[in-house]
């Protein structure tokens, strides 16, 4: 069974920064590309980034330069470093195999980010 948890959330303010982690268990974490998403309030999911094991990282523009997407196949974890934190990075952050986009129930139970004064 699949089972990821998000932790790293939190308030921070304008400018700051957050380290969001993502601990799987229930599959052979190194053979799957991992997707971050986040949800604003009120809105759907967007897209973050990934990594892919072969191939790289990929970002969306609105967080290309600042955040950065790393994995650790030996803890069966993906990261997510958020720098230069803005109000609009502000939602609930996800993390998923690639290949789950469209079955949310595996996805984890999402770590909240708030960018705020």
């Known amino acids: 069974e699949v089972h990821l948890v998000e932790s790293g959330g939190g308030m921070v303010q304008p400018g700051g920064s957050l380290r969001l982690s993502c601990a799987a268990s229930?599959?052979?974490?190194?053979?799957?590309?991992m997707t971050w998403v986040r949800q604003p309030p009120g809105k759907g999911p967007e897209w973050v980034s990934r990594?892919?094991?072969?191939?790289?990282?990929y970002y969306a523009e609105s967080v290309k330069d600042r955040f950065t997407i790393a994995r650790d196949n030996a803890k069966s974890t993906v990261y997510l470093q958020m720098n230069s934190l803005k109000p609009e990075d502000t939602g609930l952050y996800f993390c998923?195999?690639?290949?789950?986009?469209?079955?949310?129930?595996?996805w984890g139970q999402g770590t909240l980010v708030t960018v705020s004064s």
């Open positions: 229930g599959f052979t974490f190194s053979n799957y590309d």
């Open positions: 990594t892919v094991n072969i191939t790289g990282t």
């Open positions: 998923f195999r690639s290949i789950d986009y469209d079955h949310r129930e595996n």
